[in-house]
Every structure is written in C-alpha cells, then in structure tokens.
Nanobody
Framework: VQLQASGGGLVQPGGSLRLSCAAS????????MGWYRQFPGKQRDLVAR???????NYADSVKGRFTISRDNAKNTVHLQMNSLKPEDTAVYYC?????????WGKGTQVTVSS
C-alpha cells in the first residue's frame, strides 16, 4: 500500500488548508484512516482519525477547527483545517490501517505564519 499526501504549505494565522491522502496498491480492506503530526524533536501524535465504521476522533487541540473525511470508493482521506494557528505548524503524516498492517505516507509540511 502506498500513500500519497498533498495539500501542505504556508498559510497565515486564521487561514485554511486541506490535506489529502490517496491510498493505492494492494488494497483489500482499509480500516482506519487518519492524520498525525510531528513537531520538531517530538513524537508523532494523532490529529484526527476515521475508523472503518465511520467513527471519528480528534485531538483536543484541533476539535472544532479540523474535519476529517474519507471517500471509501476512492481510498482517500482528507483533513480540512480551518482557523489555523502558528502552533499547528508541523509535519503532517497520513496513516492507514489495512489488514492489520500500518502504513504511513511521506510527511507534508504545514506552516502557519504571518
């Protein structure tokens, strides 16, 4: 399974970005799809996740600002990020669970700065 993420970049505080991730390859059954982020020198932390049954989870710091969505027919997951803050600056990683295996996409940089 390969994950291709896109949509990162530079945005001003209060702005919006939409991250997208497409899964391809030998996909038989995708369970959870989600996004993590990593600050410099820190571990990778969950931002948002959508389980195979459609349950969504969010980090407290992004609740009300970020929205995760997925298109099961296209094996894609999106993260709509609104009201971005400088503290959201990080490398964002797409993550997928498939058949008990964990897959990561290459990170995409999100920078929130004026």
């Amino acid at each position: 399974v390969q994950l291709q993420a896109s949509g990162g970049g530079l945005v001003q505080p209060g702005g919006s970005l939409r991250l997208s991730c497409a899964a391809s390859g030998s996909i038989f059954s995708i369970g959870s799809m989600g996004w993590y982020r990593q600050f410099p020198g820190k571990q990778r932390d969950l931002v948002a996740r959508s389980t195979g049954s459609g349950v969504t989870n969010y980090a407290d710091s992004v609740k009300g600002r970020f929205t995760i969505s997925r298109d099961n027919a296209k094996n894609t997951v999106h993260l709509q990020m609104n009201s971005l803050k400088p503290e959201d600056t990080a490398v964002y990683y797409c993550h997928v669970m498939s058949m008990g295996m964990s897959y990561w996409g290459k990170g995409t940089q999100v920078t929130v700065s004026s």
